[in-house]
């Protein structure tokens, strides 16, 4: 008999991972995911923002590389994802939206979730000078001229290759983000429900 109850936990968790730069709509698209799915989403850049908020030790040292556009040294972030991913409302999936942002942070997850071949990875892309249009106009702490600039070198620099990394071992999909976001949001969904069959 088909059992109405039968809860999906069993099934493989649904892991989306979402690449691309400061300003290429990740967040947005990342929370509109989250609840089609009904899956968490967990941004590390809001986790900073809270833990400085709240002064807690890792909002002290995370501070200072937040306002200067810098990331946050590697072990603080893989300490924070490994608790948050345990989490019981993470044990059916979750949507990482600015994480991971660099090689060793990738890395890290590959070993905290034995593997990230299964999860589905979307790289969205936007032109530098739309980043730049829509980075200085959202009055966020770190979204003055020196950080914004500071945060896109970061990006070429250390997340960029992240590309090459999972391009060969994941469901990797590249999404145009220059787009109305009710258009990418159509296409992320049809890319999820594809990845499902
Ligand atoms: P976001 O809101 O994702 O743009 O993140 C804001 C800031 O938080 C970044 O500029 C970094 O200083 C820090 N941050 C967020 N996620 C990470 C990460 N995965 N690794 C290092 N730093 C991060």
């Keep these: 008999m088909a059992d109405a109850n039968v809860q999906p936990q069993l099934a493989t968790p649904r892991r989306v ?3 691309g730069p400061p300003g290429a ?16 989403r967990i941004s590390t850049g809001d986790m900073l923002r809270d833990a400085v908020t709240a002064d807690t ?5 995370a501070a200072p590389y937040l306002l200067r556009g810098e990331l946050v040294p590697d072990d603080v972030l893989l300490e924070m994802i490994r608790e948050r991913i345990a989490q019981p409302d993470a044990s059916r999936g979750y949507i990482l939206d600015g ?16 593997g990230t071949a299964d999860a589905v990875v979307f790289n969205m892309e936007v032109p530098r000078d ?12 770190d979204d003055k001229a020196a950080a914004v600039a500071r945060r896109l070198a970061e990006y070429d620099e250390r997340t960029k290759p992240l590309i090459d990394f999972y391009h060969g071992r994941a469901r990797y999909h590249h999404i145009d983000g220059f787009r109305q976001q009710d258009v990418v949001a159509r296409e992320l969904k049809e890319l999820v429900e594809a990845d499902r069959l």
């Design 17 to 19: 991972i979402f690449l």
């Design 25 to 40: 709509g990740k967040g947005t698209q990342a929370e509109r995911l989250a609840q089609l799915l009904g899956l968490p």
């Design 57 to 61: 030790a890792v909002g002290r040292a």
């Design 99 to 114: 994480f991971p942002r660099t090689l060793p942070q990738a890395e890290g997850l590959e070993k905290l979730t034995a």
């Design 130 to 141: 739309e980043l730049l249009r829509r980075l200085s106009g959202r009055g966020r702490d």
